[in-house]
């Protein structure tokens, strides 16, 4: 039996209201806890090829004792799979499987999976419910909550998607044991930008022990309040994007082979370093900020140049018309917008 009191519950009322359940085990329980959502004749599981190694099993049999009719799509894990060629094959393999608007989809991994199962089920059938069960420190943490779906194009990073919620989102703290350390330390370059963002995350990350289940709460937490007040990013979420806008600069130059997580680490270094020059933060609190990232992340070495990278950073989705929003620091918990033109991005950062 599954003990409720021992799970922590975030609710976030989006245009859809769903819930967040944060806890040990919770994979074993996946079909008694989608039951409480959902009623679907059949599930469609999305996985890639290393989490349907590691807990595909352990799922399908506790939807199957659920009583649902599972199919599955697995493919190969990496970001490079984040496309339109493999959103295609997803939607194939539905309409061949005759999934209807009353089913479902099962997105079980890391972010590649929930980005682009998600968006998958934004447009099957104009759209059918999905349930995100986030194995990766980083999908736990950040991209498992608040919708935003979506693949990446040739020409730039998530260029196709859409913002669709979950309908659940189920945090099983103990699969993030079977991380690679690599994996794990890249979700901490996103956890790093909620330790600038929030004062509550910085201070557990930068005491002695950082509790897991804790971290996962209180970054889950601030992205519900950020989401609930600007679900569509008109604005306010557009903190979340810290470090962001170099970071996806450097994932296209290096061909999606640096992850995410580290891309944002090294993003984020670039910005608090423009800050401190600005002198909208002082030397100790970059200094925290650089310890947070040396402890959490290790250490992280910029293989590009900053102008290549502001110059491959011109097709990110922070961009209006001529102008880009930065978000800068000026202290921990306070990041402001900064619209700059994207030709002086370089000059700004430099
Ligand atoms: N939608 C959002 O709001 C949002 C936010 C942040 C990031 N993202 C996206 O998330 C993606 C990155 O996500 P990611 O870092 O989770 O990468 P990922 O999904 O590629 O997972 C990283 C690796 O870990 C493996 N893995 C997953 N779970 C595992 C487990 N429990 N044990 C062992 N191995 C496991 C995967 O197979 C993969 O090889 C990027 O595409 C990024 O753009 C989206
Ligand atoms: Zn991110």
Request: with cysteine; hydrophobic share 40%; aromatic share 8%.
């Amino acid at each position: 039996m599954l003990d409720m009191e021992k799970i922590k519950k975030i609710t976030v009322k989006a245009s859809g209201e769903y819930d967040v359940l944060i806890g040990e085990g919770l994979l074993d329980f996946s079909g008694e806890l989608i039951k409480n959502v959902a009623s679907p004749n059949k599930i469609a599981l999305i996985c890639d090829d290393v989490v349907d190694y590691l807990y595909s099993s352990k799922v399908i049999r506790s939807l199957e004792r659920a009583n649902f009719s599972v199919v599955k799509f697995v493919f190969k894990n990496g970001e490079k799979s984040k496309n339109l060629n493999t959103y295609a094959q997803i939607l194939s393999f539905l309409a061949q499987n005759k999934l209807t608007r009353s089913d479902l989809i099962v997105a079980l991994g890391g972010g590649v999976v929930g980005d682009l199962a998600g968006f998958v089920a934004s447009t099957y059938l104009r759209g059918i419910k999905y349930i995100q069960i986030p194995t990766t420190l980083l999908a736990q943490i950040d991209s498992s909550v608040g919708g935003k779906t979506a693949v990446d194009l040739d020409e730039g990073k998530n260029l196709v998607g859409a913002f669709y919620q979950p309908s659940l989102v189920l945090c099983d703290i103990t699969a993030l044991y079977t991380l690679p350390q690599k994996v794990f330390n890249d979700g901490m370059g996103e956890v790093a930008k909620y330790a600038v963002l929030d004062e509550k995350v910085y201070s557990l990350v930068s005491g002695d022990v950082c509790d897991l289940f804790k971290l996962v709460y209180l970054c889950v937490d601030y992205k519900r309040k950020i989401v609930e007040k600007d679900e569509f990013e008109g604005g306010l979420r557009k903190l979340l994007n810290l470090g962001h806008t170099l970071a996806h600069g450097i994932e296209k130059l290096s061909g999606y082979t640096v992850a995410h997580g580290k891309a944002v680490a090294l993003g984020l270094i670039q910005i608090m370093k423009s800050a401190l020059k600005r002198n909208f933060i002082d030397q100790q609190t970059f200094d925290g900020i650089m310890n947070v990232i040396n402890k959490c992340v290790g250490e992280v070495v910029l293989e590009y140049s900053l102008e290549d990278i502001c110059t491959n950073a011109t097709t990110d989705k922070k961009i209006n018309g001529d102008e880009l929003t930065l978000i800068m620091p000026y202290g921990i918990g306070d990041c402001r917008p900064v619209k700059i033109k994207i030709d002086d991005l370089w000059g700004y950062l430099a």
